[in-house]
């Protein structure tokens, strides 16, 4: 029993996977929606028409057997008022008709013969070959016997004799004033004749079925495949491949639909290829800027230093002051050329990584040194929550560092003076650091644009930390270096918090991150900024 069960478990499971196969290939499949539609609607169609053509053979066959029946019947009685009627010795007489009236179907014996003596209601009556009075039924003789004289009547029944069995029939009467008279057609050729027909139709219709669901499978072909080469096309040219076009062959709805595609796909490449060169001049623009800033901001820092060294011996404050004022924004300026600078690195692939084995709390550590002097002077704590264990990783130092540095400086910016948690965790597979901050957090639509180049949430918002808008993309494009993901998440009003993920083995794939995106208690209003390396 037990076996039995599970062999049943099993071809339930195997059926249900067949199902879902079947199923997740019609929903991707025009052309076998198609096909399936016409099995399913030619099936009905065919259902319909085959029940309706045997009704009516059946009928029509059925009426010719009656009538055939009626003018035996007609004969029979005809040979009853001439041989029985105002007969003394009808009963003796009754074999000898119903021999009579046997004789007339032939040796094939195409009917029974049954008579009864109405007068006499103690005997049942005489037939012939063994058929027994039982054929014919009671609701057809009741008919006839409240019916007038020189009636008949007809039903359907079964024809039950002594020996042998029984059988579909047709059971025709009719009654003289004496005598009532009964043929009993036997109906096995016409069953024979109705089941090979049906058998026929049966056969003809999945053919046809089948030849309709072969010709909507060739004529949706014909229409399918230029779609899908146009979907292969589209796939390729996603994929940068620029150069791809659609055969054009004709001049129907398809070949116009290729046509429009190449035209587009070669107005795509043109633009792209505009893009891309105006793109490589701005690269290369920003590239050379910077590096030729790099001499003459030298010398002017060699001489701001200068200035700042001897600042308290001007007899001008003024001067002092600008000498302060102008020792910061070169700091500043230094800050943005360098963050340009390693832009045009990445934008030029070549960026590199110097990974080491590392622990990653070690890392938190010194950055969160880094920022306590201006979280402080901002009114914020940051609290870490690192675990007992190590979280060592593959990782580049000076790079991850950045990271946690822009992180960091972007929590305290933006934290309001509320604290900030700095989260680690690592798993068999990664590590994570969350920043999470309590402050103006994230509008909808703005975790998208949260690492994009000079991007800020207000630009008229005044900066007191001298940030160049090119912190979290930096920080981006190192997380992607580790092929790791930088995250965001950002309620308005509610904080935001950002999430590094990055795996424990340089090089290795990241398939999940050991912490959540979304704060615990965050709610179900967050709004989600999955910007995620290589999407």
Same mark, same amino acid.
Not at 468 to 484: M, N, P, V, Y
């Given at each position: 029993m037990q076996r039995v069960r599970r062999a049943a478990r099993r071809v339930l499971a195997w059926l249900r996977r067949l199902l879902r196969a079947l199923y997740a290939r019609q929903r991707r499949s025009i052309q076998l929606r198609v096909v399936t539609s016409t099995l399913f609607i030619s099936a009905i169609v065919v259902a319909i028409l085959g029940v309706f053509l045997t009704q009516q053979m059946t009928n029509a066959l059925m009426d010719s057997k009656v009538k055939a029946a009626g003018v035996q019947l007609d004969e029979g009685l005809s040979t009853v008022r001439g041989q029985l009627t105002n007969q003394p010795d009808a009963g003796g007489r009754l074999n000898n008709v119903i021999n009579t009236l046997k004789e007339r179907s032939g040796p094939s014996g195409l009917y029974e013969v049954y008579i009864r003596d109405t007068r006499d209601s103690s005997f049942d009556g005489y037939s012939s070959n063994e058929l027994r009075a039982e054929s014919v039924p009671q609701r057809l003789r009741d008919e006839l016997r409240r019916a007038p004289a020189d009636s008949t009547a007809y039903t359907f029944g079964r024809l039950t004799y002594n020996g042998r069995p029984s059988e579909p029939g047709l059971i025709v009467g009719g009654k003289t004033p004496q005598f009532e008279l009964y043929y009993l057609f036997p109906l096995t050729q016409e069953q024979h004749t109705l089941t090979i027909v049906s058998q026929s139709l049966v056969g003809v219709g999945i053919v046809l079925v089948l030849l309709l669901a072969a010709i909507a499978s060739l004529v949706t072909r014909q229409v399918v495949i230029p779609v899908r080469l146009a979907a292969q096309g589209a796939q390729r040219l996603a994929a940068g491949r620029l150069e791809e076009r659609m055969r054009v062959r004709g001049e129907d709805d398809l070949a116009r639909l290729a046509r429009s595609f190449n035209d587009m796909a070669a107005n795509l490449q043109e633009k792209i290829g505009e893009l891309e060169d105006l793109s490589q001049v701005q690269r290369q623009f920003v590239s050379d800027v910077s590096h030729e800033l790099r001499t003459p901001l030298t010398t002017i820092r060699i001489a701001a230093d200068m200035l700042y060294e001897h600042r308290e011996h001007f007899g001008d404050p003024a001067v002092g002051r600008s000498a302060e004022l102008l020792?910061?924004?070169?700091?500043?300026?230094?800050?943005?050329?360098?963050?340009?600078?390693?832009?045009?690195?990445?934008?030029?692939?070549?960026?590199t990584l110097d990974a080491e084995s590392l622990d990653m709390r070690d890392l938190v550590l010194r950055a969160v040194g880094d920022i306590q002097g201006l979280a402080e002077r901002k009114g914020s704590k940051v609290q870490l929550q690192l675990p007992g264990e190590p979280c060592m990783a593959e990782v580049d130092r000076r790079r991850v560092e950045r990271i946690m540095r822009n992180l960091l400086v972007n929590a305290v910016e933006h934290g309001e003076g509320e604290d900030i948690v700095v989260s680690v965790a690592a798993d068999r597979d990664a590590v994570a650091v969350a920043v999470r901050d309590h402050g103006v957090g994230l509008k909808p639509g703005e975790g998208q644009m949260v690492f994009d180049r000079f991007w800020r949430a207000d630009p008229a918002r005044?900066?007191?930390?001298?940030?160049?808008?090119?912190?979290?993309?930096?920080?981006?494009?190192? +997380?992607? #270096?580790? *092929?790791?993901? =930088?995250?965001?998440?950002?309620?308005?009003?509610? !904080?935001?918090?950002?999430?590094?993920? %990055?795996?424990?083995?340089?090089? +290795?794939? #990241?398939? *999940?991150?050991? =912490?959540?995106?979304?704060?615990?208690?965050?709610? !179900?209003?967050?709004?989600?900024?999955? %910007?995620?390396?290589?999407?």
């Open positions: 020792q910061s924004q070169l700091e500043r300026f230094e800050s943005l050329l360098a963050d340009l600078l390693e832009i045009s690195r990445h934008d030029a692939g070549a960026a005044a900066r007191t930390t001298g940030g160049t808008g090119l912190g979290l993309s930096i920080s981006r494009e190192d +997380a992607q #270096l580790h *092929g790791g993901w =930088l995250q965001a998440w950002g309620e308005p009003g509610a !904080g935001s918090q950002f999430r590094l993920s %990055l795996p424990r083995v340089a090089g +290795a794939e #990241l398939r *999940g991150s050991p =912490l959540p995106l979304v704060p615990p208690g965050a709610g !179900g209003r967050a709004l989600f900024a999955e %910007l995620e390396a290589g999407e």
